[in-house]
């Protein structure tokens, strides 16, 4: 602190030291002694006052009582009778009340004089100020008299309540024609000579920025005394020095709700503050785009007086229009423009701000304001409106994009697309990387509706074929570069956003005509050279392009210079040199553009339109590209375009692809994509191949196939036959390819008779996958094979530890002979199957299968002959295995042989596998099927001989005969086998082989399914995991250039259908057929069932225990296969319908799309035909399936997938809901009818079936949920039946029966008095028990409560503990009585405790619905007196020190109060809670949980508010053996309970209790005995009524209020309390009232602020010898010059200290505004400075406060104008006041000072 202030600061302290001496020498006198006496007895008959007769009698006294004494110039009790005589000017008391105080007031000032009322300014000032607002036209001229007699003569001494003065007298500048308005203007103008006019000015915008009453009385003074500053060099002696408060002060009057107060002050930025005065330009920029935003915002309000004005201050006061647009452009376009784009760019809020550009379009309505604005804002706007639609998300920027749309249809659209086309013509001519004008004019057309028929018409036809010829004049250029030019592929995807904009009449019609505001378009010129004309560009172009003569016909030049620029790039494409990736995706992008084209005028043309272009060059040029590294997607542009180009009609000329050459380049690369790691191209391929086929007229595309299956490399071949094998899968049948392919079909028919294996082997597959029929021959030429010369000799091979038997040639011999001898009936067993076998069977050959065909099929050549022999004999060795299966399948072959067969055959396929010998498996493959039929059919007619008695036969010897029948057994070696081989070939061709193998094999085999098929189901599932994985990973993986993928949907169907076969195999084989192990006790058990919960006919029998504990424990390999069956179709729905969700717009989507259509639909028909068979189970597995957990589906993915599934299966909800209830009865009821049928599904609870429930029945509709109704409601019956067997079960029903219960009464159904009987009976008993679980009246055992740990251990078991059960059985003595197997598995439950659940339940669910169940209120009442009993009472009762209630109960009784029924169910409870001492010591979070309950009580008990105010005394027990301190603490206990409640309840809730309120506030105010901990607690009362009471109802507090404040203060400076004083409490209370009443700026307080701290412009502005009059300053003063003996700091009031060094960093210099900055306007909200702060150690802590605080207010109003202008609030009374109030931090700091946590 420098001298100069410490020098002020020392004076002022003297100052109160010589006021305190002056009044203790007066003390000293007898008669001033007696003067105080009279005084204090006529104030002692205040108290009596009754009536307003009695307050004149009071006032005649106290008048008489001064005038007796006019010898002293001291009022004695001054500050005493200043509150009476304030309280006497109560505007509830009559005029003649008033007219008697004023009297008084008179005689008083007039006693004091100038020094006296100087002195006491304060303490006369506090009554007389705010009177003149609401007093009577009768008592007005006496008060004005006072204001004129005894205040304007103290002059430059009314300097600090000069603010509070003018608030005073503009009352009486209301109405220009009032009786006063010419002396109140008077008394105005002597005041404002008192003080410099620039300090009066100031005081009249402060006024503007805090009193929004005030504000038309302010506007009419300054209308009248205001001076012109368009004249003025120097404006400091007129406005000060900070220009920025007057622009604030205007700036929070033009958001006034009040349109006259906003007419007025543009009537003087008009008249006085012209933009082009020296003013306004001395003004810093921050503050003219304050002013400029606040003023451009009155056309939101569409009044024309307003607009009118507005208009006039932006364009001038000149009349004509180009005078007017002159002086826009001059003074206030840029500015205009900066203010509208900075708000439009600096919104930082999470929903844009649409303000400004409804201020823009509001403005278009003026052509000399709107034109000119759109020119320089328009595209700054559109690129704002991109930033902001992208930061904020589609939803939140709605209503932005609705604003800015009819932005767009507003302007004139040459005026955006005037500067987009510049912009795109730089960036594309200067090769920059900076292209956003592109970009700006995509979002354009993809963001808004064009419906100006001029853009389509005109701007964009122009605009896109000038882009064309823009885009091939920078291509010819050959300093062009792809690789670094970004502009090129965006202004060709710009061209394709505008082309979906044009119609096809547009694109066939010349553009025509002039466009108003353009320029003028040059006939017979080129496109470019069209559009620079018309949008005024003057760039540099070559003479080819100023030399062009067209018609200007959109699609004819847009198409030349598009074909020639898709040349270029074909060209360029092809050249080794170029690899850039840009070129090829302009190459994609152009012939799509060209082909659209070709298409749209194809539709609507009706001349051909000629085109001058060349067809051949260009299809040059496109060959040239066609390679196999080139993408598919530019394939399949460069060949359609080549196709529609030459099929259009209406084009001409058009390119001849009727050329084999041109056709064989074509064909040969779609070929290449038909292989089968193309798997993703080939349906659009194929279509591409028919396309060129109907658009030729020869057949070339008949010779092209036929040469790629001839004339190539064996490869090469092989690939081609692949290739014309997925062309005619994929080929629909109405095309006839047999016509139009013969000559290919015919060469794949030949290769069937192939020497070459390979080839044969693809002729095969080709016939079997891809002809979808069969050829079937026979030839009977069975005759002498054998040949003696050939000579074999044995072998033994090892694979994997297996010994396999074979032979080996020891010697060459003439295969060829041995093969001629075969090959015509060979040719046909090619295609293999039954029909052959049944073809067979019908000829007349009946030799027995030859030995030595077994050795030719296994035989090999030595290794010393291999290479000659190997390709002959696998010949031999494919035609020996066919002549075998024919023999077999003749069936005259005997068992023995079969077995020897079958051995050998399933020897040398096993070798084949594991060898990857791929030709002979087929063939291997069909002999077996053959061997394993028959003999099965042999052993079938053997065991129906064994079977049929003769008649000299007994039953024993039947029985001998039957058992010698020998059953049937699988080779060893067979199962290995048939998984090997679909293991291995789950990715060849031959899998569809093996599969069809299995399929009809497997039902042909009588041996037992865990053999054979179990097996085989496990290798299924493992195979279609396999196949979904890379389907899934190939489609998420769609984007990329090449995809790779082999599995298509044929191979994943052939998977599905052997699943579903081997599935429904074996579980009829389950059922029909005894298992192996089956004996006596099973016999027993299915006459004598047992149920799952232990419920028995014979409980002491001592088998039943043992088969349950097996049945229970063992699941049957039949049900397991079920089950990962239905997992697997699970998996591949989800996935299947994830990765088809995903799929993106590209070329090979819909080949993806067909393969994931075809999964889905054949995984639908297996899934139905498993529930056909087996319903219950795989519901039970899906609902086990949707409780696993998965890292890469989820959970909600599942569900929606999951009840998708369960509607497709089954017919109706009914169903379901009856198959889960059996599922649940069947685990927990214990009835004898349950017990029948044992669970299978052992790892699925009750609780996971539960939860399935209930999310299904959330999922059903009103009228579904009443057919469910019937049979949930039996279930529930049961359960409720017996309450203490089933209470594990009790919640979850309750669950499911409240959401089914929810949905009935949302029906008409619920009119039915028996089913809402029904209802409300079950709801009460399922109810009641879950309140007496989670009140703990059950028996506590280990099932209610189970920790996290227990949990996850049980989780894990896969045998129920049984043992345990069996003894518990076993001592039960009661045979009759029902056994319950306690089951610790906490599934049930999982997660939380299960009481916590159900208070969870109870608050969320329950309670909020409760009137939708319970109609009658007697239930209800019953219901939530168990609820508060059992649940909420124990926890109020608690002997915690604290009142900390769970979260959970008091949201149990938030929603209990809210239903009227429940009233005296609840209301003693909270009542006690609220009574209890511990109340206030919880946190202040559990405290706002409290606020709706008590506000409920208060609503519901009208006495109870009254009884708590009648408990606050004001005088102390005059028992005096009363504890006093408990007295006193119950009484501050009770003075915050009324605090909390008015706290709790709404805005101006209390005002019928309200004076009395009021008058114990004042009682306990005035009364001299009061402890210091009350009077805190009646400061805090008071800062509750500031919140929750409207301003104006405060009135008749404030004179007390003001008067207890200043004296507390007062008595402060003239002795401060000591460290650690209880009077300490008392002064930081009052301190946070102050802090409080400064935060809410109300308007009451205004007129009085000045006495506790300064509130002009002096706060920041010191003038030269400025004193302190504030009680702030002085008490900083004073304060501050006390000795700190501490050395430390509360924490609290760190925070304060930080809160004014932050303010203190915004000090500015004159005329620069407050905050800085514009771009945070949130971070100025106002908040108590003493909101952390909760104590005091010694008054030196409070002297941050003191010394900052009046700073604080007047920079709070100063930086917050900005806040509200932003916010574009209106004149409500916290914006107009100065900016915004945080009222969360507000109510925060209430609600912490009453809570505690102690």
Known sequence: MDAGVANIYGRAALRVTERANAASALSADPKFRKYTQQVDKCLSTFESVHEWADFISFLTKLLKTLQSFTQFKEIPRKLLVGKRLAQCLNPALPTGVHQRALDVYSHVLSVLGPDGLQRDLQIWSSGLFPFFAYSATSVRPTLLNIYDKYYLPLQAALRPVMKAFILALLPGLEEENGEFFEKVLTILDQLSSTVSQAFFLQNIWLVLLTSPTSRGSAINYLSRRFPKLAEQADITPIIGRDVGLMIRAFATALEDDDILVRRGVLELLVQSFRLDSKAFTLAQPEDQELLMRAASGVVLRRDLSLNRRLYTWLLGPAEDSEAQVEYLKKHSLNLLQRTLLNEMLLDQSDVPDTRPYKIFISLLDKWELGTPLTKVLIVDSMKAVKQRARQSGAEAGVDLLMSANTLYEAIDPIALWRPLFAGIFDALTSHSADNEAIQMSRFVLNSFRAHDEEVARFHLPLIFMSLAELLRMTLADGSANFESSIAVPQCLLLMQDIFTHISSSSLARAIEGTIEGAGEMPADSGPLVRAMAVYGLERKVPMDVLDRHSAGVPFVEAFKDLSSISSTCAERLASPQDTSKTTADCLEVVTSLCKGMVKRIEERAKDVIAVSWDPKSWLRSMMLTLNQDLKYSIVDEVISSAVAFSQAKHMAPRPAIDNRAVLSKMVTILLHYLRPQYVPYHFRAVQLIWALEFGTCHHHLESILANSLTEFEHGQRLEAFEAFGVLWRLTDDSLLPGVRFKIPVMILLDSLRSDDVNLRR???????????????????????????????????????????????????????????????????????????????????????????????????????????????????????????????????????????????????????????????????????????????????????????????????????????????????????????????????????????????????????????????????????????????????????????????????????????????????????????????????????????????????????????????????????????????????????????????????????????????????????????????????????????????????????????????????????????????????????????????????????????????????????????????????????????????????????????????????????????????????????????????????????????????????????????????????????????????????????????????????????????????????????????????????????????????????????????????????????????????????????????????????????????????????????????????????????????????????????????????????????????????????????????????????????????????????????????????????????????????????????????????????????????ESIMDQLAEIIGDLPDVRGHKLEGLQDVEAQMAYHASLMRSPGVPANGTLSAPRQHSRRPLLGSVRSVESIKDLVPFFSHVSLFSYESVYSSVSVSVLSGAGGSSNVSAGGTVDWDAVEKTLMDEMFDGR
Request: proline share 5%.
């Open 762 to 1668: 693809v002729g095969e597959t080709w016939m079997r996958c891809c002809l979808k029929s069969y050829l079937r021959v026979v030839d009977p030429i069975l005759y002498d094979l054998a040949d003696p010369t050939i000579r074999r000799v044995a072998q033994t091979l090892e694979f994997n530890g297996r010994d396999v038997r074979g032979f080996l040639y020891e010697r060459p011999f003439d295969l060829h002979r041995v093969h001629h001898l075969m090959i015509t009936l060979l040719s046909v067993a090619r295609f293999g199957g039954q029909g052959f076998t049944r073809m067979i069977r019908t000829t007349a050959l009946r030799k027995a299968a030859q030995p030595g065909l077994l050795a030719r099929a296994e035989a090999e050549p030595s290794s010393s002959l291999v290479p000659t022999m190997t390709p002959d004999n696998t010949q031999l060795q494919g035609t020996a295995l066919d002549l075998l299966q024919t023999l077999v399948s003749r069936g005259d072959a005997d068992l023995l042989t079969l077995e020897n067969a079958e051995a050998a055959i399933i020897s040398k396929l096993y070798a084949s596998i594991h060898t990857d010998h791929l030709d002979l498996q087929n063939k291997l493959l069909h002999v077996l099927h053959s061997i394993i039929v028959t003999s099965s059919e042999a052993r079938m007619q053997r065991m129906r001989r064994a079977s049929e008695p003769s008649q000299s036969e007994d039953s024993g010897s039947l029985d001998s005969r039957r058992n010698g029948v020998i059953a049937p057994k699988v080779n060893p070696l067979l199962v290995q086998t048939l998984v090997d081989g679909v293991s291995r070939n789950s990715k060849r061709p031959l899998l569809q082989h093996w599969i069809d193998f299995i399929l009809m094999t497997v039902p042909q085999s009588h041996t037992s399914p865990s053999l054979l098929v179990f097996p085989l189901s496990d290798c299924i599932c493992r195979q279609l995991r396999s196949g979904l994985e890379d389907l899934v990973h190939a489609s998420n993986a769609i984007n990329e250039d090449q995809l790779q993928s082999n599995t298509t949907d044929a191979e994943f169907v052939a998977l599905l259908n052997a699943l579903e076969r081997l599935v429904l195999i074996g579980l009829t084989k389950s059922e029909t057929e005894p298992s192996e192990d089956d004996g006596a006790p099973q016999e027993k058990a299915n006459v004598e069932p047992a149920g799952l919960l232990g419920l028995v006919s014979n409980v002491f029998s001592p088998e039943a225990p043992t088969l349950q504990e097996e049945q229970l424990t063992t699941r049957s390999p039949n049900y397991r296969c079920l089950e990962e069956a239905v997992h697997i179709l699970y998996s591949t729905w989800i996935l299947t319908s994830a990765a088809s969700i995903n799929q993106s717009e590209t070329a090979i989507s819909e080949s993806y799309t067909l393969i994931f259509s075809r999964v889905r639909t054949r995984c639908k028909k297996v899934l139905e035909r498993l529930f056909r068979v087996q319903s219950g189970e795989v519901l039970e597995c899906l609902i086990e399936c949707s409780r696993r957990s998965d890292d890469i589906i989820d959970a909600v993915t599942k569900a929606n997938a999951t009840y998708e599934i369960v509607d497709i299966l089954s017919a109706s909800a009914q169903t379901v809901v009856h198959m889960l209830c059996e599922s649940i009865s069947h685990r927990v009821l214990t009835s004898p009818e349950r017990s029948r049928r044992l669970a299978v599904n052992t790892k699925l609870s009750e609780s996971d079936v539960y939860a399935f429930l209930e999310d299904y029945l959330a999922r059903l509709e009103g009228p579904i949920a009443l057919q469910v109704w019937t049979r949930y409601l039996a279930l529930a019956k049961e359960i409720c039946s017996n309450v203490h067997l089933y209470k594990r079960q009790i919640f979850p029903t309750l669950k499911c029966y409240t959401i089914l219960a929810e949905k009935i009464t949302q029906t008409t159904a619920i009119e039915d008095r028996r089913m809402r009987k029904e209802l409300q009976d079950i709801f009460t008993k399922l109810a009641d028990p879950c309140i007496l679980i989670a009140g703990r009246a059950f028996e506590s055992n280990n099932w209610i409560r189970r920790g996290t740990k227990d949990s996850l251990g049980a989780s894990d078991r896969a045998v129920t503990p049984l043992a345990r059960v069996a003894s518990e059985v076993a001592l039960n003595e009661k045979p009759d009585s029902p056994v319950v197997l306690v089951d610790d598995s906490p599934k049930l439950l999982p997660g939380p405790d299960l009481i916590d659940q159900i208070n969870s339940f109870l608050a969320t669910k329950l309670l909020p619905d409760l009137r939708r169940f319970l109609l009658d209120p007697d239930r209800v009442l019953t219901l939530c007196t168990n609820i508060v009993y059992y649940v909420v009472s124990p926890a109020i009762r608690s002997k915690a020190k604290t009142l900390e209630l769970d979260s959970v109960i008091l949201n149990i009784l938030t929603e209990m109060v809210k239903n009227p029924a429940a009233i005296k169910a609840w209301r003693s409870s909270i009542t006690d809670a609220f009574n209890d001492n511990r109340f206030f010591n919880s946190t202040p979070l559990t405290g706002s949980h409290w606020r709706p309950l008590v506000r409920s009580l208060m609503d519901s008990d009208k006495a109870g508010l009254v009884e708590l105010i009648g408990r606050i005394t004001s005088v102390p027990s005059a028992n005096i053996f009363a504890n006093k301190e408990y007295e006193m603490l119950l009484r501050s206990l009770n003075l915050r309970r009324l605090s909390y409640v008015l706290f709790s309840g709404e805005k101006n809730q209390y005002m019928v209790p309200l004076p009395a309120i009021q008058e114990k506030l004042v009682d306990l105010l005035r009364s001299g005995t009061t402890a210091p901990v009350v009077l805190s607690e009646v400061y805090l009362c008071l800062r509750v009524l500031l919140c929750r009471l409207s301003s104006h109802n405060m009135t008749g507090l404030w004179p007390v209020v003001i008067t207890e404040l200043f004296r507390v203060f007062e008595q402060s400076m003239a002795s401060p309390p000591p460290d650690g004083s209880d009077e300490l409490v008392v002064l930081l209370s009052a301190c946070k009232f102050l802090d409080l009443v400064l935060v809410l700026q109300t308007e009451e307080f205004q007129v009085h602020q000045w006495m506790f701290l300064t509130d002009t412009v002096d706060a920041v502005y010191r003038p030269e010898a400025w004193i302190p």
